[in-house]
């Protein structure tokens, strides 16, 4: 049989992809980073439900502009969403997206944990991260851009040893390999079934799931923020997923992104 390549593979997977959200699949082999790509495509008007994927990022961009390792046999994509609500509530779609990832990973009889606000991990070690962007004008939202990647089939060895020391692929996890387009199908229905929750304004319910899915809530925690750390626990996240840290001095904070570590009691 001829060998096709992953661009040939994933069209054909996609034509036969029946999600309602999903208009069309656009995929690289290689690529330096799928969000700018879509929020290039965003820009010029490409509609919602457009799916940007690529083999390989060569530059993947991870929160605070990190770098997001991403070598062959991880997953990468990046959706454009243009839904009809005000920019306060489009902090909700990343915590909808680690919501899908998980419930995914859970699917292989996995326990996967999201740390917040949008880490998912296995075993305290991070398998998928997501990446948010977007772009308002005057209180009405041009375009989200939502970024997804995943260590799949992805050989740790190949990622920096800063990054391999805390993080795990799904395969090396299972201890075999992965389906790739049964795991992006399965990933697309679930965030599918966030979305319309979230376009039916059903904030509640993705919060609770988002809780059940967390093991944030309850813990210790240390928060890094642009301006300063926040140490304390973290007892509750509120209508639009930022997180409520009480701190040892019994103040109440609020806390809308950071970097969250758990720390021992
Ligand atoms: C993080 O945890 O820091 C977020 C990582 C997000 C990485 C994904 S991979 C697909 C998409 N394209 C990018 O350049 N970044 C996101």
Known sequence: MKDTTFIERTLNFSKNLDIDFVKKIIVFDEIPSTNSEAKKLARKGEEEGTVVIAQIQKKGRGRFDRLWESPEGGLYLSIILRPDC???KATLLPLIASLAVSKTINSYDFSAKIKWPNDVRVNEKKIAGILLESEAHENRLEYVVLGIGINLNTDTNLLSEEIRSISTSLSEEIGTSVD????????LFNFDKYYKLFLDKKYDYIIKEWKNQSDTVGRRVRIT???????GKACDIDQSGFLIVIRDSGERKKVASGDCTYIEN
């Open 225 to 231: 923020t642009s301006s300063e750390q926040i140490i």
């Open 86 to 88: 005000s920019p306060n």
């Open 180 to 187: 790739y387009h049964s795991f992006v199908k399965k990933l």
